[in-house]
């Protein structure tokens, strides 16, 4: 350890984002930048000689996945996982990892998973500055929604797609129909960005819930739900591993 900090790791094969994460750690008066690689040789070596409290790991790498890379540590550091691809977002919790980053990362988002790192026991006292706390914490798994005079408890993991009714948005889950006044950004700024995808100007889609995809549909159990051509570099992207 460096004094009271948390030594980090950036292990990524992309330069852009080896030098955002090293900026971000940098801002970060907790966190310590100890090294960057672009493979796992390079960090196993790393790791090797040095002590690593923390690795943001790019879970798309040459050779070996990610998460791979950590079930092959026989006393892995902590971990942060990042990613452009939301399907490995369940692998990568499962493996017990403090947080997933969905690329591009913000540095508030980038903030709230260092907070969660500060939770953890480590052998760190300090807790992040007033002013650098993230604005979004807890996360929640569910939302309310206001419909017929009162306020309706949704579980996210219900939820199988939102559709936007100008004024209005209609949330579909496999039970039930809940439509509620206000707009599809608002319920959008409320769903994690790791199982939620943005189809069309008017529909929110959950990934978990989609049975099959063309370049212009998306089924979800029973419905047919468009993606528009603005969004349908982001929804390939996204679903290209799926």
């Known amino acids: ?19 955002l994460m090293e900026k971000y750690i940098n801002a970060v008066p907790v966190l310590h930048f100890a090294g960057k690689c672009s493979n796992a040789v390079d960090a196993m070596s790393i790791l090797q000689q040095n002590s690593i409290d ?7 790498m040459p050779h070996i996945l990610g998460t791979d890379f950590i079930r092959a540590l026989i006393n892995p550091p902590k ?10 977002a369940v692998e990568g919790f499962e493996l017990d990892a403090v947080d997933y980053l969905l690329k591009p ?11 969660k790192v500060m939770k953890l026991n480590l052998p760190v006292v300090p807790t992040l500055p007033q002013d650098m706390m993230p604005k979004n914490e807890p996360e929640r ?15 996210l993991h219900e939820i199988l797609f939102v559709e936007s009714l100008k ?9 039930r129909t809940i439509v509620s006044k206000q707009s599809i950004s608002a319920i959008e700024e409320n769903l994690p960005e790791e199982a ?30 468009p993606v528009s051509r603005s969004y349908r570099h982001e929804v390939e992207k996204a679903l290209k591993h799926f």
Do not use: W
């Not at 350890?1 to 030098?19: R, Y």
């Not at 923390?54 to 798309?60: A, K, V």
């Not at 971990?79 to 490995?88: D, G, I, L, P, W």
């Open 79 to 88: 971990v942060v996982f990042t990613t452009a691809f939301r399907k490995f």
């Open 105 to 115: 990362i913000s540095f508030e988002r980038f903030l709230k998973a260092v907070n």
């Open 141 to 155: 798994s569910f939302l309310f929604l206001r419909a017929d005079r009162k306020n309706l408890k949704i579980q």
């Open 167 to 175: 004024d209005y948005v209609k949330v579909v889950t496999k039970d």
């Open 54 to 60: 923390l690795i943001f790991l790019d879970i798309q």
């Open 196 to 225: 939620f995808l943005r189809i069309h100007r008017s529909f929110i889609v959950s990934i978990s819930k989609i049975e099959s995809f063309t370049a212009g549909l998306i089924q979800v159990g029973k419905y047919e739900l």
């Open 1 to 19: 350890m460096n004094g009271k900090k948390i030594n980090c790791l950036i292990v990524d094969d992309e330069p852009p984002a080896l030098q």
